[in-house]
Nanobody, 121 residues
Framework: QVQLVESGGGLVQAGGSLRLSCAAS?????MGWFRQAPGKEREFVGA????????YRADSVKGRFTISRDNGKNAVYLQMNSLKPEDTAVYYC?????????????????WGQGTQVTVSS
């Protein structure tokens, strides 16, 4: 079993930055970040392999969001810069039970409780 706890969410003005953290207990492999805005489906933000290779959702976050991990601390991070009001959402940390690269929600077996990010205009 893997337990995930996110932290670092909050209220920020447009153009600002936030860094989300996800502390994991248990063996982790590929880790990912998802987000869910009000009234919308949960969407993939990006994922990072055990090796550090990162995949991102196309367009919307490239160049602004950076995913990293510290395997020694069993933690993954989401650095968000140049935030926009449309980035407002609950952000979830998730863990796959394997080294896979897919981004589908069903491929991630473990989920954190989510942390709210609100970007004001």
């Amino acid at each position: 079993q893997v337990q995930l706890v996110e932290s670092g969410g909050g209220l920020v003005q447009a153009g600002g930055s936030l860094r989300l953290s996800c502390a994991a207990s248990g063996r982790t492999y590929t880790m990912g970040w998802f987000r869910q805005a009000p009234g919308k489906e949960r969407e993939f933000v990006g994922a990072i392999l055990w090796s550090g290779r990162v995949t991102y959702r196309a367009d919307s976050v490239k160049g602004r969001f950076t995913i990293s991990r510290d395997n020694g601390k069993n933690a993954v991070y989401l650095q968000m810069n140049s935030l926009k009001p449309e980035d407002t959402a609950v952000y979830y940390c998730a863990a796959r039970p394997d080294y896979g690269l897919g981004s589908a929600i069903y491929e991630f077996a473990y989920w954190g409780q989510g942390t709210q990010v609100t970007v004001s205009s």
